[in-house]
């Protein structure tokens, strides 16, 4: 397919994406979230997490993608975060959009009630609204990504996500985004290998673009990652965090998986 041709499906994402929101602010107040027992935690930062490890693994629940369909339909996100734990990686991010990637905020809630892992919540954030209900459902670190995101509402998402006491890991794919997306309310700058528009994979993104991010980010590299060597060479260009889904997660046991790969990367 064409970049014309796919834009629309991050175009239609999104689309989608606002008409949830504003459903879902029609039916449950931000004060009920506020008054959650759960908006009160304190968060644990995986950028933190990350500086401090030999390793650097966010590993990711995904139960299917629009490039690649069913992953791991019925996975139990309990016992995979419960593997994931064990293998030692430095945080968890969980899918919450249900239509496009079968997530749900459920898989959220229940792998915040299995393990105490950093949970990153994996959304297309568009609102302040998410941002709200991810620390009240026991999110750690949102996701925010450029190429959606207006260097506007950048800024305002992750000074809101600062003020929740939430880690910000902010998605690039290219310069541009890279340019736009500079600022202190950043913990983390992660190179997207996929492009959200063609859905190509290339670790070579990751590679172009790590100089031109400032050293006061931890650097992660997301998407694509399969292999030990592709860690290390990532590492030369100075990342210190890997986002691994389908690796894991296309394995009937993706805790297992996990666990096999850490040892091998040790
Ligand atoms: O399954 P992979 O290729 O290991 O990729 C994981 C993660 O990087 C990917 O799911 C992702 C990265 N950025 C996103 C933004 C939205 C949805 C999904 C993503």
Do not use: W
């Not at 989608?16 to 931000?30: A, F, T």
């Not at 290390?232 to 296309?250: P, S, T």
């Amino acid at each position: 397919m064409t970049e014309r041709n796919k834009m629309n499906i991050l175009d239609k994402i999104v689309a989608d994406k606002r008409k949830e929101v504003d459903l879902k602010k029609s039916i449950i107040p931000l004060s009920q979230y506020e008054a959650s027992a759960l908006f009160g935690r304190e968060t644990t930062s995986l950028s933190h997490a990350l500086k401090q490890s030999e390793t650097g693994i966010i590993s990711e629940f995904k139960r299917r993608s629009p490039s690649k369909a069913i992953i791991n339909q019925n996975a139990n996100v309990g016992q995979v975060a419960k593997g994931y734990e064990k293998a030692g990686v430095c945080g968890m991010s969980v899918l919450t959009d249900i239509k496009y990637f079968g997530g749900s905020i459920e898989d959220l809630i229940l792998a915040r009630a299995s393990v105490q892992l950093p949970l990153l919540r994996k959304e297309f954030i568009i609102n302040e609204y998410q941002i709200i209900e991810a620390k009240a459902y026991g999110a750690d670190v949102i996701l925010l990504i450029a190429a959606v995101l207006t260097k506007q509402e950048i800024k305002n998402f992750s000074e809101l996500a600062k003020s929740l006491g939430l880690d910000v890991l902010l998605e690039v794919h290219n310069e541009e985004e890279l340019h736009k997306s500079i600022m202190p309310s950043l913990d983390m700058l992660g190179v997207n290998n996929r492009n959200l528009k063609t859905f190509e994979v290339s670790l070579d993104t990751s590679k172009s673009l790590s100089q031109l991010i400032p050293d006061d980010f931890v650097k992660v590299s997301e998407s694509g990652i399969s292999s030990i060597k592709a860690i290390k060479e990532l590492k030369e260009y100075g990342y210190e965090g890997f986002l691994i889904g389908e690796n894991f997660m296309k394995t009937d046991n993706p805790g297992q998986s996990a666990i096999d790969f850490i040892q091998n990367l040790k």
